[in-house]
């Protein structure tokens, strides 16, 4: 167990709805990282916030959001779904903002699009 | 961007057998982290070696930042072992961030 917790395990649902994804960090960590992993995309960074602030964007499509809330965890709010968003989506915490930090993985969110 | 390979994509071996899985990377990176997933999807952190060898029972992991490789060493395998290696860099350039590899998917037959 990571102590990273992430809510729901399962979620289904149709073409053209908004989902919302939450992660709970670990203990102490102020850094959140999302990531998507789809079979054809394979393991691709999202987005990083720091302390509630924004830090880095990776391929993350203009129909997805996050944010990191004042007690630190955060969501990923995917909206106008398509079927090619069905994937999982991890999220991950670390102790700091700077490069060189040590990332501890959630169990994911399996998310599918029908 | 950076490029990350991982070398086999696949491997099969008996229980018992030891194995060596490779990861190059194309540019300098600032952080190095090898994980499992296993076959229920967990990512479970194995190794953060920016540089150096560790061990942890029979794994043990080698980075040479200076030649851009890192190696990630299972002895002994288990079955438990099976699933796919990532290795996962993050570089300094702000817009590459951390960027995995395609992994190496392990099949360890009992």
């Known amino acids: 167990d990571s102590g990273v917790t992430q809510t729901p395990k399962h979620l289904i649902t149709a073409t053209g709805q908004r989902v919302t994804l939450r992660c709970s960090p670990r203990?102490?960590?102020?850094?959140v990282y999302w990531y998507q992993q789809s079979l054809d995309q394979g393991l691709q960074f999202l987005i990083q916030y720091y302390n509630g602030e924004e830090r880095a964007k990776g391929n993350i499509l203009e129909r997805f959001s996050a944010q990191q809330f004042p007690d630190l965890h955060s969501e990923l709010n995917l909206s106008s779904l398509e079927l090619g968003d069905s994937a999982l989506y991890f999220c991950?915490?670390?102790?700091?903002?700077?490069?060189?930090?040590?990332?501890?993985f959630g169990p994911g969110t399996r998310l599918t699009v029908l | 961007g950076i490029q990350v390979e991982q070398s086999p994509p696949d491997l099969i071996l008996q229980e018992g057998a030891n194995s060596t899985l490779r990861c190059n990377f194309s540019d300098s990176v600032n952080n190095l982290q090898w994980f499992h997933q296993n076959p229920w999807g967990q990512l479970i952190n194995l190794f953060y070696i920016p540089s150096g060898t560790k061990q942890n029972g029979r794994l043990s992991a080698t980075t040479v930042a200076t030649e851009r490789y890192s190696l990630l060493y299972i002895s002994s395998s288990q079955t438990t072992d099976s699933g796919v290696y990532f290795c996962a860099v993050e570089t300094w350039n702000r817009d590459d961030k951390i960027i995995f590899g395609k992994g190496t998917r392990l099949h360890i037959l009992p």
């Open positions: 991950a915490s670390s102790v700091l903002a700077g490069d060189g930090n040590e990332q501890f």
């Open positions: 203990s102490g960590d102020l850094s």
